[in-house]
């Protein structure tokens, strides 16, 4: 068996260590220029010269070993616990060469934990930009380690870098400073009393409170004699220290690294002044948001055409094409229309991934969460929320997970309550093709009403999530130290590659995680369409034509009533019949009304549930957009989906909690049933009361 | 009067003389908010919160309540 060590990826936030990661192991975890993009513990395995085989771990970006949030306290605890499966046996700290000088804070605090370690200098591109040039030997004896200049964008050093991490046995695990110089007294009895102990990872320990394993800390906790320190007393001390470690650096750098200022250029300055000003930051924002929504109207309605007029010639094609039979017509009644249903959304999704990566990937973001930060602190957020609002759009799982950079739990725990409001793409379809029904196409000052229509949904979705925001804020009785810092990366040129790759990773998880349940639920839904119990059902053919007798109906005409006759009396017929009268003062019928309940499994399946609904039995080939289009109100007569309808169906779904994942991951970053719950029960009832309200108005 | 960053204008720069440790966050201490490095105001939002600063190299934004306790001389 060839042997396989652990090798773990630290640094600061937004150094490029997910790039490192993805350039050694081949994988491509997402990569985004904002701080706080990895926010677990992700892992690959990396080919090493001589046949040693290297088990990568990328974690989420940390500014120093003193962890203030819950990703930074991932990389503490794996460092700490030496039985961790994962626990490294190199360290390869990834630095941007640009902010050295804070990088190697961290480098220090790694080296005097004794873990073998590297130190890449990563963006190595950018130095001639900045001005900047290295005394890599210097750089390497001042620190006692070996260093690897690297470019992941470049695709320089990886090589020179693996050839480092397979010698790794020869690194040096001797700190380059001294740290319990701060304070000789109280580190020689610490030493006394803990001979066994690593003098640095006690003081990690009694400082913080992260959980390092049991033990340790019940030992440290049993010797009382050095608590002799007042917490304001250790801050003090923690101050000291690094203070310490800048004066090493400092006199490293100062030989080490030189800087010709009249060489660097800065983008930052001159965008910075635009971007982030205080009238035309907003603005620009603002005309962002816009185009971004024009624009998935405007470019997706040709693929999209395409897509719906293709499957249905593709259901078309199974039905002659095949031996007729119930698998037939459960491939071309079910399956196909089922699966078309979410197909049809491919480039619009597509559209509305890249627009999030590139904002992602500019550097754009953190100027968004300094613009927002004063106006979201009103509501008990933080400018931080924003990101996750707007990765909402995508979808409410990683932007959930995205709010583990929220220092402050309350801000975070509202943050993650109210994110669900956002409109996430599984929205998008439902809201799609209800606006294409109901909503006239003219044009406004150039902007289309549809388009219009789409962003005031959106905007309807922040303002829900703020409202509740605000009502969460005073109803929640949590005390918490807010604080705030977001650091300001470089502006950077979305890398073509980056935005390719997590579009097309991010559009294929979203056809597959949603195919599959459409997948289940269209079958399911097409037997329960296709049998029904008792007479009723079985000699429909003889009712009709009983019914109908003495007038001269065409057989086509016989046989759509014979399909809606046997749909109305199939087993999903009754059961939809049986919640119709809930559902009746909102304005659908219960076809919709089972769309709406196979939607709290994933709201994306509603158009794919109507499709298959609506193709059972009927014979003629149809786009699922006509065939809603034709749908008739059964007691009002005239079409099913009106203005009424159609506002009233996409206000019910602006706010409904319809989303199993969602409500999963909220239970696990708040560790409770209690969030999820109330989530499910308060944003589906005032779902409810909204869509009562609209449609009784309207209608 | 003590000044402190918040006292900053646009485009100026101070060198820091202390922070109270006890309103700082040590987060902040490592990003290299401490005694002796310079700070610049690059932006404002409105009401000058938060505020947008390059410390010692390094670019972030902090809320005014913050940059009341890091105390500076004005360059
Ligand atoms: N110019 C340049 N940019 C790079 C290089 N490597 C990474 N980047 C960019 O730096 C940004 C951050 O990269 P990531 O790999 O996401 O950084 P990270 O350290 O994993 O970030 P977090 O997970 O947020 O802590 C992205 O915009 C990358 O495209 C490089 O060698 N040169
Ligand atoms: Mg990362």
Redesign the pocket.
């Given at each position: 068996m060839s042997k396989q060590i652990n090798v773990a990826l630290i640094?600061n936030?937004?150094?490029?260590?997910?790039?490192v990661f993805n350039a050694l192991t081949g994988l491509n975890q997402k990569?985004?220029?904002?701080?706080?993009?990895?926010v677990e513990k992700k892992e690959g395995i990396c080919k090493l010269p001589r046949g040693v085989k290297a088990h990568i771990i990328d974690l989420?970006?940390t500014y120093s070993l003193n962890a203030s949030s819950l990703d930074e306290n991932v990389v503490i605890e794996l460092l700490l616990n030496k039985n961790d499966k994962d626990f490294p046996d190199v360290a390869v700290v990834?630095s941007d060469v640009e902010n050295l000088k804070r990088n190697l804070l961290l480098f220090t605090q790694i080296k005097d934990l004794e873990i073998p370690a590297i130190l890449v200098i990563?963006?190595?591109?950018?130095m001639r930009y900045k001005g900047i040039s290295l005394d890599i030997p210097h750089l390497e004896e001042q620190l006692n380690t070996k260093i690897a200049l690297?470019?992941?964008?470049?695709k320089n050093g990886i090589v020179e870098l693996k050839e480092l991490i397979s010698n790794y046995k020869d690194l040096s695990t001797t700190p380059c400073m001294n740290a319990s110089e701060i304070d000789r007294e109280y580190f020689d009895n610490l030493r006394k009393a803990f001979p066994n102990q690593l003098l640095y990872k006690l003081w990690l320990v009694i400082t913080q409170d992260v959980n390092f394993g049991k033990t340790d800390r019940n030992e440290i906790d049993a010797v009382a004699n050095f608590k002799t320190k007042t917490k304001a007393d250790l801050k003090r001390l923690q101050q000291k220290e690094t203070i310490k470690r800048y004066q090493f650096i400092n006199n490293t750098l100062k030989k080490g690294q030189t800087i010709d200022l009249n060489t660097a250029k800065d983008l930052r300055i001159k965008l910075d002044r635009i971007l982030t000003h205080k009238v035309w930051g907003y603005v620009i924002f603002f005309v962002i948001l816009l185009t971004i929504f024009q624009a998935i109207y405007d470019w997706s309605s040709v693929p999209m055409d395409f897509i719906d007029s293709s499957f249905v010639s593709l259901s078309e094609w199974t039905k002659n094409g095949l031996p007729e039979g119930a698998f037939t017509s459960l491939l071309a009644e079910g399956i196909i229309p089922g699966l078309g249903g979410i197909v049809i959304f491919i480039p619009q999704i597509a559209f509305l991934f890249l627009f999030i990566s590139v904002l992602e990937?500019s550097g754009y973001m953190s100027r968004v969460v300094f613009l927002m930060d004063r106006g979201m602190r009103r509501f008990g957020l933080s400018g931080k929320s924003i990101v996750p609002l707007i990765s909402g759009t995508a979808c409410a799982i990683p932007a959930i997970m995205a709010t583990r950079n929220i220092e402050n739990w309350k801000e975070r725990l509202i943050t993650i309550l109210v994110t669900p409001f956002t409109t996430c793409s599984a929205r998008l379809p439902v809201y799609l093709i209800i606006i294409s029904l109901v909503i006239p196409e003219g044009r406004f000052l150039g902007l289309g009403y549809q388009a219009m229509t789409l962003m005031l949904l959106y905007l309807i979705g922040f303002g829900a999530a703020l409202v509740s925001a605000m009502i969460l804020n005073k109803i929640l009785k949590i005390k918490s130290k807010t604080f705030f810092v977001v650091e300001m990366p470089n502006y950077?040129l979305p890398?073509f590659k980056?935005v390719v790759l997590t579009v097309i990773e991010k559009t294929k998880a979203f056809v597959f995680g949603a195919g599959k349940i459409i997948l289940a639920i269209s079958i399911i839904l097409w037997f329960l369409a296709s049998y029904g119990p008792g007479d009723d059902f079985n000699k429909a053919e003889e009712i009709i034509s009983t019914e109908y007798a003495n007038q001269n109906l065409t057989e086509d005409e016989v046989n759509e009533h014979v399909a809606s006759y046997k749909l109305e009396h199939s087993f999903l017929g009754i059961t939809g019949r049986a919640i119709e009268p809930a559902i009746r003062p909102l304005g659908y019928d219960w076809k919709i009304g089972i769309a709406l309940v196979s939607s709290f499994a994933a709201r994306e399946v509603f158009v794919g549930t109507l499709a298959t609904i609506y193709s059972v039995g009927s014979d003629d080939e149809e786009t699922i957009k006509n065939r809603m289009a034709g749908e008739v109100n059964p007691i009002l007569g005239g079409p099913l989906f009106t203005f009424a309808s159609g506002i009233s169906l996409l206000l019910f779904y602006a706010f409904a909690m319809q989303c199993m994942s969602t409500l999963a991951i909220v239970q696990r970053e708040t560790n409770s049933w209690k969030w999820p719950i109330l989530q499910l029960v308060i944003m589906s009832g005032f779902a409810y009361l909204i869509a009562l309200i609209a449609f009784q108005l309207l209608k | 009067m003590q000044l402190t960053v918040a006292h900053l204008k646009r485009g100026q720069r101070g060198i820091i003389t202390d922070v109270s440790s006890i309103y700082i966050p040590l987060k902040l201490l490592e990003m290299g908010c401490l005694p002796g490095n310079y700070v610049e105001l690059v932006q404002v939002a409105h009401f000058s919160d938060p505020m947008y600063l390059n410390i010692n190299g390094t670019h972030l934004a902090i809320r005014k309540e913050t940059a009341l306790h890091i105390f500076i001389e004005i360059l």
């Open positions: 640094g936030p937004n150094t490029g260590k997910t790039s990569v985004g220029n904002y701080p706080g993009i990895t989420p970006g990834v990563n963006m190595a591109d950018r690297v470019s992941t964008r470049k990937e950077k890398l980056n | -």
